[in-house]
């Protein structure tokens, strides 16, 4: 079975903070998924990747597929960035992605 | 930009009730996908629809669960007989993949929440 963890569960930051989201599985994937949920639900794709790094404005995504982890950093943080980001991978076998639990993010001003 | 739609954004319904959820994915993608997220919980999947016949299912989808595609636009999630514990959030995503072994980015909706009474 595998194991989405994420950590922090929880996370309160200065604006302008280096943030940095870790995400570990327990099983080989194809690819993995960075979501972030707004207060309302919606959710909205960040990146996927595969192997290496994104970069995406102040968002910066990097994988490690050896040791089955990946983390998600933001630079220079906003109060706009508040909101639960969400690490959801794809196993080598299968078209499902499995989610990990969130982080709360909450950036003060 | 594209987007997926889903209706109703929220739908309250007695117990026991059948309730249809709909979704419209993005035109040109192929595989379809209806998660939930119960109150405070992470999310979690149910099933997978590829060329017109559901693909992968998960523990959740029991026989009270139902997918369909009408028509070249709609992806449909039925609840037979809803109960309480079908309270939730639930989620339609698409996807570029092409096959069952390619990997596409998900695009989801803004959701429906289902409560049950």
């Known amino acids: 079975k595998n194991e989405v963890e994420q950590s922090p569960q929880n996370l309160t930051a200065q604006e302008g903070e280096f943030i940095t989201i870790n995400c570990s599985y327990s099983?080989?994937?194809?690819?993995l998924h960075w979501l972030q949920q707004h207060p309302g639900g919606g959710i909205v794709s960040l990146f996927m990747l595969s192997s290496g790094k994104k970069k995406h404005g102040r968002l910066i995504a990097t994988i490690n597929i050896q040791e089955k982890h990946s983390s998600l950093h933001i630079t220079a943080s906003h109060p706009r960035d508040s909101a639960v980001y969400i690490c959801?991978?794809?196993?080598?076998?299968?078209?499902?992605?499995?989610f990990g639990t969130g982080t709360s993010l909450t950036v003060i001003p | 930009e594209p987007e997926v739609t889903q209706t109703p954004s929220h739908q309250v319904t007695q117990m026991g009730q059948e309730v249809i959820l709909r979704c419209v994915p993005i035109s040109n993608h192929l595989y379809f996908y209806w998660y939930r997220q119960i109150l405070g919980q992470k999310v979690e999947f149910l099933v997978s629809f590829y060329n017109n016949e559901i693909s992968e299912k998960s523990e959740i989808f029991d026989d009270q669960f139902s997918v369909e595609r009408p028509d070249g636009s709609n992806f449909t999630l039925k609840i037979r007989s809803t109960k309480l514990e079908d309270s939730a959030m639930y989620f339609c995503?698409?996807?570029?993949?092409?096959?069952?072994?390619?990997?596409?980015?998900?695009?989801f909706g803004e959701g429906s929440r289902l409560t049950v009474l």
């Open positions: 995503a698409s996807s570029e993949a092409r096959s069952s072994v390619d990997t596409g980015e998900l695009f």
């Open positions: 959801a991978v794809k196993p080598n076998t299968g078209n499902q992605f499995y």
């Open positions: 099983v080989g994937i194809s690819a």
